[in-house]
């Protein structure tokens, strides 16, 4: 039946043009964004993973960055402790050149003296973003003997969890303002003489060549290269934990990466397949428009019949 009310043609024509502007859209939508899944409404469930996944990945980014500054912190702590060895070391040499019966302790002493001094500015000087795990003063209210850092974030049933390192500074602290329990301020007393005495305090100026005297001294050197021992250990304990830091680090940098690869996995277009089905749609819409035009035709053909 031929109508002039209904044209069935038009309207089937009408209907897939639409689906195919529809198709069009959705598909220059993704070529723009570069994303399959742009909303919810393209996908709620892969739209959620993603932008759960996208929220770890930041909260990842944030550790990374607070392991760079732990690692930074250990770092400045490492290297003045291999400083104060260094320093630590040349007055064990001076005392032990202080043995030679007839040498002037006096003048050797001077030069102890200058040590002390840069054993202290060495402590004193080995701070990152406020944190000096060397020279402490643990009656502060303020201190932690316990530092910590953040090392990973994890999500399990929904839950999430933040993991940390842990430093003890109790066994790397050079020197403490309260009670005097750092390495190189820790006193020890003379056996003979009843001297009290710290690697940063000790004084050989006044010792003299007597059997007393020389026991004392050698007590000093005794001492020292205990201290020394002590912060070798401190040291190799700060490089293990740096050491595992950077690879905490570059644990989490892949990790990242891989949730890149994921979440790229579920939302993003593929270009090559965009692309094709673009010039496609482009064609079907062109035939849709001159198959409507057609359909549109066929009502003026009822015209003759009333010439």
Do not use: C, H
Request: aromatic letters at 4%.
């Amino acid at each position: 039946m031929t109508s002039i009310m209904t044209n069935q043609s038009a309207m089937t024509a009408l209907q897939s043009l639409t689906n195919t502007n529809k198709a069009l859209g959705q598909t220059q939508n993704r070529i723009s964004t570069g994303y399959r899944v742009n909303s919810a409404e393209d996908n709620a469930a892969y739209w959620s993973i993603a932008t759960t996944m996208r929220s770890d990945r930041d909260a990842l980014s944030t550790v990374k960055d607070a392991l760079g500054l732990g690692a930074a912190t250990i770092d400045v702590a490492y290297t003045g402790m291999n400083s104060a060895i260094d320093v630590t070391k040349e007055i064990k040499n001076k005392l032990v050149a202080a043995r030679q019966p007839g040498i002037d302790r006096e003048k050797v002493q001077a030069e102890v003296v200058e040590l002390q001094n840069q054993l202290q500015s060495i402590a004193d000087s080995s701070v990152f973003s406020g944190e000096n795990w060397l020279s402490v003063d643990s009656s502060d209210a303020a201190y932690n003997a316990t530092k910590t850092m953040i090392a990973s974030f994890s999500r399990s049933g929904g839950s999430v969890s933040v993991g940390t390192l842990s430093i003890d500074v109790d066994g790397v602290k050079l020197y403490d303002g309260n009670d005097q329990s750092g390495i190189l301020d820790t006193e020890d007393t003379t056996t003979n003489g009843g001297v009290n005495y710290a690697v940063s305090t000790l004084d050989i100026s006044a010792l003299t060549d007597t059997d007393d005297d020389l026991a004392d001294l050698e007590q000093m050197i005794g001492f020292v290269d205990d201290a020394i021992g002590s912060m070798t250990t401190a040291a190799s304990n700060l490089g293990a934990i740096k050491q595992r830091t950077t690879m905490q680090s570059d644990f989490v940098g892949k990790l990242m990466t891989a949730i890149d690869r994921g979440v790229g996995a579920l939302v993003d277009a593929d270009m090559n397949e965009e692309s094709t089905r673009l010039q496609a749609l482009q064609v079907q819409q062109q035939l849709g428009i001159q198959a409507l035009s057609i359909a549109n035709q066929n009502s003026q053909s009822i015209l003759s019949l009333f010439r």
